[in-house]
């Protein structure tokens, strides 16, 4: 076998704080499309709405320590590796940090031989159903030390990796050749040359370096159907490489490559959960605020060409550390586990360590029981909760960490189970044949982009507004008559009410206009403005289809097709002041005004001038006067010129003294020529033209222009 197929990457399987058990291609603005099959999951709804999206189920009795560490066998078995060392209130030793649940608690081997002898961060299952094991143990319960270190396999017994390695392992990751990819503290296998395995290998029958390795700890791993595999963790270098080179997280694909350019790439903290979407989009968690090029992020974001943040309503990303993050591609979920308790912007305790992004609408959804209590906590003051494991079993999902309560009910010890509830509602409406309407309910979360929803169970097409409603597109080929709504959401099929179609039109609603333009700003011009405005909060029944802008005083308007958000009001007076006003223009008709601009005055702008200047003989104390012909003339310390038509010019006199030392000067300013003289009684200077420049100009008047 070559090397590059020996290091061929596939999907993930699981790795050590964010066991992702299937890739999606989410994306950043929708939830994609999918083909629902035609299989349905029907639980009996509820009788009435009570905002309950779902429910917390405990696994027997939990267990008595941290989960670190989640993986699903192919048969639904499911693994849980941690502190623990029994069921929650079982005999002691009886699950040494090792343990499978199927329907009840299984040992990982007999007696007080079970499990390992130290914490276990980090579980993965090969295609074969093989589990690999790594963690800070260096033996199997009861076995020699050294016998298992820090990483092993059980299938029916136990198994060694070679020597085993000399640190610990946090993050495991098994190709589809059934390579296994190793990330943690470690430096070399167990016995081996110094700094041969820089915290990254492979295991294929013996251990393979991937390149120098990294100068600092891999928590976290995760691959794309390209091969490339996705590294997130403490180290900011390959190994002996240039510092700052692989900020947090990085790329293997037989070299190292940074996530950003080589000036900024990467993330400003530890990345320590990551996972890989059907669109090549990798996903990285952790304790990070932003991109070192300076992009909020806020401890999640996605990587694909440039990092994408998580953006909701309120801000983006969530308040405190993620840890774990797994993933449903066929309903666009990402199930988020860690120390946070809120999206930035958001409500405190609203997200209790576990939520679930809703990429079709892009929100952060709460795990939410009936009476409202949503997420984990523990019962002890001064705890501190937090969910470092997920794993995904379809809809069903698998939490663990440090917790005792799980939707507000006590009992659950470190670890549970999340089950949807199916959509509910109680819908009545009524549409006419190839109209839309819009219903509401609980559980719409996770709902793919196509045939999820039926009306008499036919498919229609729809769009999600938000967590709890769709507008459904009503075809014209559904009879008239009553028909049940049904919509496939992450809790299966269910029913939300009915809606009666008509084939005849039914008096809608009275339309709403669209509300105010909001934060209206002017900008002053010459015998103009221009008017600015961000769009309404809400645009009311119908687009926008015009704004427009009104001044006050009158004598302005100005009219343009949205999404534009900025017009010139011309034909105002300079020297006026004006504020304007803004209104939408839908087809419920004209909106609400917005509140008035800034004030502002218009004004001409200010023209080139022309500088005259000239020297007399000191002697001559007599006055000197410049005459000229053009019209336009403009300035503070003259009078105009004037002429109408092709009359001659008719001369008005300014006079200037000369100085004692015989100098003067005298600055003009004019739109066009401007001729000049100097004049002493009936006698005068030769005349000269002087062309209205794009710029300031000086024009000396010779010596003695005028007679005595």
Request: with cysteine; glycine share 14%.
């Amino acid at each position: 076998m070559s090397r590059r197929r020996r290091l061929r990457l596939a999907s993930v399987v699981a790795c050590a704080a964010a066991v992702a058990v299937s890739a999606v291609g989410v994306g950043w603005s929708s939830a994609g499309s999918s083909v629902v099959n035609a299989s349905r999951r029907v639980p009996a709804p509820r009788s009435a709405p009570d905002g309950a999206l779902g429910s917390f189920t405990a696994l027997g009795s939990g267990l008595n320590n941290v989960v670190y560490a989640l993986a699903l066998r192919g048969d639904d078995t499911l693994y849980v590796g941690g502190e623990f060392t029994a069921a929650s209130g079982g005999g002691a030793n009886s699950l040494n940090r090792i343990a499978a649940w199927d329907d009840t608690w299984i040992p990982l081997g007999t007696g007080a031989g079970n499990g390992v002898n130290n914490l276990v961060s980090a579980l993965a299952v090969r295609g074969d159903d093989t589990l690999y094991i790594g963690g800070l143990f260096d033996a199997a319960a009861g076995q020699p030390a050294g016998s298992l270190s820090k990483i092993g396999a059980w299938d029916d017994t136990w198994v060694r990796l070679g020597s085993g390695l000399n640190d610990w392992v946090r993050a495991l990751e098994v190709s589809r050749d059934d390579t296994v990819y190793v990330g943690g503290h470690f430096t070399a296998a167990t016995g081996g040359a110094a700094n041969s395995l820089n915290r990254i290998a492979a295991w294929d029958d013996t251990w393979i370096p991937l390149g120098g390795g990294l100068n600092n700890i891999a928590r976290s791993l995760a691959v794309r159907e390209d091969d490339t595999l996705y590294v997130g963790g403490q180290f900011t270098a390959q190994y002996g490489g240039a510092g700052n080179s692989l900020r947090h997280v990085g790329a293997w694909d037989d070299t190292w490559m940074p996530l950003g350019s080589a000036a900024s790439n990467g993330l400003d903290s530890s990345a320590s959960a990551v996972a890989v979407f059907r669109d090549d989009t990798a996903m990285f968690g952790g304790g990070f605020s932003a991109s070192t090029s300076g992009t909020a992020l806020n401890r999640i974001a996605g990587w694909r060409a440039g990092w994408a943040p998580f953006v909701a309503a309120s801000g983006n990303g969530l308040n405190s550390t993620v840890d774990a993050i797994v993933t449903d591609d066929t309903r666009g979920l990402v199930y988020v586990g860690g120390w946070f308790d809120k999206a930035v912007g958001g409500t405190a305790g609203s997200l209790r360590y576990v939520t679930a992004w809703d990429a079709g609408i892009r929100a952060w959804i709460p795990l939410t029981v009936a009476g409202g209590a949503n997420g984990v906590s523990v019962a002890s003051v001064g705890g501190l909760p937090n969910v470092v494991a997920l794993a995904l079993d379809d809809s069903v999902l698998y939490l663990g960490g440090n917790f005792t309560t799980a939707g507000g009910v006590a009992g659950f010890g470190n670890i549970a189970r999340w089950t949807w509830d199916p959509p509910q509602g109680s819908n009545a409406a009524t549409a006419m044949q190839g109209t839309s309407v819009q219903v509401s309910g609980e559980g719409l979360v996770g709902i793919p982009g196509t045939g999820a929803v039926t009306v008499g169970a036919q498919p229609v097409s729809y769009a999600r507004d938000d967590s709890a409603h769709l507008t459904l597109d009503i075809p014209l080929s559904l009879a008239a008559g009553t028909h049940a709504i049904q919509v496939n959401a992450a809790g299966g099929w269910g029913d939300i009410g009915t809606v009666q179609v008509t084939l005849t039109p039914v008096d809608p609603p009275a339309p709403t206009p669209a509300a105010a333009p909001l934060d209206v700003h002017a900008v002053a011009g010459d015998a103009s403005a221009v008017v600015s405005w961000t769009e309404p909060a809400t645009a009311g029944s119908y687009p926008i289809g015009f704004y427009q802008a009104t001044s006050t005083p009158a004598g302005g308007t100005c009219l343009v097709a949205a999404p534009a958000t900025q017009c010139t009001v011309s034909g105002l007076r300079n020297g006026v002041a004006y504020a304007f006003t803004v209104r939408a223009l839908t087809g419920a008709g004209w909106g609400v005004v917005s509140d008035p601009s800034n004030a502002v005055t218009p004004s001409a702008p200010t023209r080139p001038s022309i500088l005259i200047s000239g020297t007399r003989d000191s002697a001559d104390s007599r006055v000197v006067v410049v005459r000229g012909s053009t019209v336009g003339l403009v300035g503070d310390e003259v009078t105009a010129w004037t002429r109408s038509g092709q009359a001659p010019f008719v001369e008005g006199t300014v006079p200037r003294i000369v100085a004692e030392d015989g100098n003067f000067t005298w600055s003009r300013r004019a739109r066009r020529s401007l001729d000049v003289f100097f004049a002493h009684g009936m006698t005068r200077s030769n005349v000269v033209s002087i062309p209205a420049p794009a710029a300031p100009r000086v024009w000396h008047a010779p010596e003695h222009v005028v007679s005595r």
